[in-house]
Each structure stands twice: as structure tokens, then as C-alpha cells.
């Protein structure tokens, strides 16, 4: 399928992880960049993510981004990086308590997220409280850091009703995936995989949360039509958007299902996937 680039683009909604971030966690800095031209000639560039509020607020910061923030798969959209909240979405407490209890007896994992905090379960030696985690470097080699709370079961993480709850261990994925069908009218998961098409890990996520319908959301807020949106990313859960939007660019690490479902295919996150279709398709360089 190929693009119209005749058409006008408005809006960006960019994924981080595999899209805009390489295979370090660093920032592909050409890709930010493009990015920051493109707000300079009046497109809104929306970060469209699975991270939580708190990194994605400090990652705009530290590239002059100011436009509205969809984090935590569309569990929680704001206007800008300062806020208001437009949306906000949680997991039944009934529901994540039962996730938590399931992975305590088993001795599994969680990272739980409640409000713009994640939790992990206590490992051994490891202080109770809070931590600063480093996410990585800016574009000019600043540090930006997150807040983490370390709790001693993952029960006792639900210090409220969760965002969203990540397992990695492969027995506990499909375990919980499983566990979690019996909810599928308060909940649903998204299972990730590695380029390579290893597991990575299994979100479990508000019922409502998904990048799509956050999209939408945002464009509608914005006046901004479906069809000057483009979506660039490279994971299942980056489908929506691509449903969502007018025109999709995926990466060229992305897995086979989702580079078919793409308007285009780019590059990788490691080759500037991000830029190459920022430059092509938003500000019109043929190059």
C-alpha cells in the first residue's frame, strides 16, 4: 500500500518504545529532531506510548514537546505535559487484587501502576519506599528520572486501582492471560514480543484503555480530521492507531502482522524510522 503524500498531515501520533526509542532506550536523535520541526511548522506531535506519565512527562520536557500525552495505552490522556487530564481509565480493584494474590502464591513479578507511580515486589536485600530509576538520556545527554516504590508483595501494591499490571516470566504470562479471560468485561491484556518474535511480556490494562480510541479522542479534542493523522509504530498494540489514523508508518523491526496492517513501511528505530517518515510524509522533503 502507498501513501498519498499529497495529503496534509496535523498530527503525529508517535509510539516510543521500538519507534522513537532504539534498541538502547535511547532517543534516535535525527527522529526527535524531525519531530520538533514538525511542531514548529504547527503539526501536533502526540506521544502515543504504553510508558506512564511521569517518564513521558520528563522525555517532552527534555525535547520542548508540548502537545497532549496518550500514556499508559490510553489509560491516561492529557492535554499537555502539565495537564488537564482529558481521560483517565483504572483496572477494578477486584480484578487487580486478584492478579496480585495469583502472582504472590507463585512468586511472580508485577509491576503495578497506580496513578503516575510503579510498583515492583520486593526482591531480596532491596529497601522498602520509594527509588530514582534513570530512564536515559535526552537528546543533549540529560538524565530525566522516574519515581519507583518498592512493596513487599504485589498485593500490597494496590495502594489503589491500577493502570496497568506487566508480567515477564513465561509461566506467569500464560497463567494470567488465562486467569484474566473469566474478566474480559473489566479488563483486557496485550502479550509483547521481542523483533525476534521472543516473548516479552503481558500488559494487563483497563477495559477502555487501548492507543486507538485514545486517538481519536485526542483528534477530536484537537478539531483535527482522522484522515491528517499519521501513526508510526512497531508493535501489536500500536494497531489501533494505525486503525484510527489516516495513514500509518511502522518500523522496519516491526513483526510481519503489523507491518502488513502499515500504510508504509520505513527503516528501523535503529535506522531513523521515525525521521525518515516525518521527513517524507509530514514536511514533504523527498529525500
Not at 60 to 70: E, H, Q, S
Not at 183 to 189: K, M, V
Not at 195 to 209: E, M, N, Q, T, Y
Not at 235 to 250: E, I, Q, R, V
Request: charge should be negative.
Amino acid at each position: 500500500m502507498r501513501m498519498n503524500r499529497s495529503n496534509q498531515i496535523r498530527l503525529i501520533s508517535v509510539d516510543l518504545d521500538g519507534t522513537l526509542l532504539r534498541s538502547d532506550g535511547t532517543p534516535a536523535p535525527e527522529g526527535v529532531r524531525q519531530l520538533q520541526t514538525a511542531t514548529r511548522s504547527g503539526v501536533r506531535v502526540v506521544i502515543n506510548t504504553t510508558r506512564n506519565v511521569d517518564g513521558v512527562r520528563s522525555m517532552c520536557a527534555a525535547w520542548g514537546l508540548n502537545d497532549p500525552m496518550i500514556c499508559t495505552n490510553g489509560a491516561q490522556i492529557l492535554a499537555s505535559p502539565k495537564g488537564p487530564v482529558w481521560a483517565s481509565y483504572t483496572i477494578p480493584m477486584a480484578v487487580a487484587r486478584s492478579i496480585a494474590q495469583l502472582a504472590d502464591r507463585n512468586d511472580w513479578e508485577v509491576s503495578t501502576s497506580v496513578g503516575e507511580r510503579s510498583y515492583f515486589r520486593q526482591r531480596p536485600g532491596q529497601p522498602l519506599g520509594p527509588v530514582e530509576y534513570p530512564l536515559g538520556a535526552g537528546t543533549e545527554g540529560e538524565q530525566y528520572r522516574t519515581q519507583l516504590v518498592i512493596a513487599a508483595t504485589n498485593e500490597e501494591a494496590l495502594v489503589g486501582e491500577p493502570k496497568r499490571m506487566i508480567l515477564h516470566e513465561a509461566e506467569a504470562i500464560a497463567a494470567v492471560q488465562e486467569f484474566a479471560a473469566q474478566y474480559r468485561q473489566e479488563c483486557r491484556t496485550e502479550t509483547y514480543y521481542e523483533p525476534d518474535g521472543r516473548l516479552h511480556s503481558l500488559c494487563v490494562f483497563p477495559l477502555r484503555a487501548d492507543k486507538g480510541t485514545a486517538l481519536r479522542l485526542v483528534a477530536g479534542k484537537l478539531d483535527i480530521p482522522l484522515g491528517q493523522v499519521l501513526a508510526i509504530g512497531d508493535n501489536p498494540n500500536d494497531l489501533p492507531m494505525f486503525a484510527a489514523a489516516g495513514a500509518s508508518a511502522a518500523m522496519g523491526n516491526a513483526p510481519p502482522d503489523v507491518r502488513a496492517a502499515a500504510t508504509v513501511v520505513g527503516p528501523s528505530n535503529d535506522e531513523e524510522g521515525v525521521a525518515w517518515a516525518v521527513r517524507r510524509y509530514v514536511l514533504r522533503d523527498p529525500a
